[in-house]
């Protein structure tokens, strides 16, 4: 039985995504330690309040008043329909594969996250787009840096670039700030002690 939810307020939102990660699991990979949570991982599955708050979060961040929106597919892509839904915008999306068809017209940079290192293929983007890039979490700053890379490689303009979640002992806002010139705002502070996430303030 599906249920209409009202316009959410930015102190329920914080709320809503501040309660998953302090519930959340931790798994260790390598030098890496990642929450598995519902916002991200869909474990357990994603919840209409929990999309509710992401799309509150993102909005009191972003102005969106560009041409296109561009998001990575993994994690980015449930919160990058929520907003080109909510403002109009076409929706432009980063894979970690390619294809043989209009290979030409996409935009390949390398690319080296805390999830994987490789190639990201954009497909969407045009000479001269104006462009918002929006995602689930910031970490280490890898993805966020092939993203901007990709869209400026494709002749466009990152105007702003929104994540619900920042890893801050990952220092990736200031690693993309440095990189790329480009300010990354996020919502929710988060740092991983052992297996435990805490939410910090920012």
């Known amino acids: 039985m599906s249920t209409k939810h009202a316009e959410m307020s930015i102190e329920a939102a914080a709320e809503q995504i501040a309660g998953i990660y302090e519930d959340a699991g931790v798994t260790h990979s ?5 929450t598995v949570n519902q916002l991200t991982d869909q474990l357990p599955a994603l919840q209409p309040r929990t999309l509710e708050a992401a799309k509150t979060l993102l909005s009191r961040e972003g102005a969106f008043d560009v041409d296109k929106l561009a998001v990575e597919e993994d994690k980015g892509l449930p919160f990058g329909v929520l907003i080109a839904r909510e403002y109009s915008l076409p929706l432009a999306v980063a894979r970690w594969y390619t294809y043989d068809l209009n290979a030409d017209r996409q935009s390949a940079v390398d690319i080296d996250s805390e999830y994987f290192s490789g190639n990201l293929y954009l497909n969407g983007i045009e000479p001269g787009d104006s462009v918002t890039i929006v995602d689930d979490t910031i970490s280490t700053g890898g993805t966020m840096i092939a993203m901007i890379e990709a869209v400026e490689k494709a002749g466009a303009t990152v105007e702003e670039a929104h994540c619900i979640v920042e890893k801050t ?4 806002v200031d690693r993309v700030a440095e990189e790329t010139g480009v300010d990354v705002t996020t919502s929710i502070a988060i740092e991983i002690e052992g297996d435990n996430v805490n939410v910090v303030d920012k």
């Open 169 to 172: 002992r990952k220092n990736g």
């Open 30 to 34: 390598g030098e890496h330690a990642t």
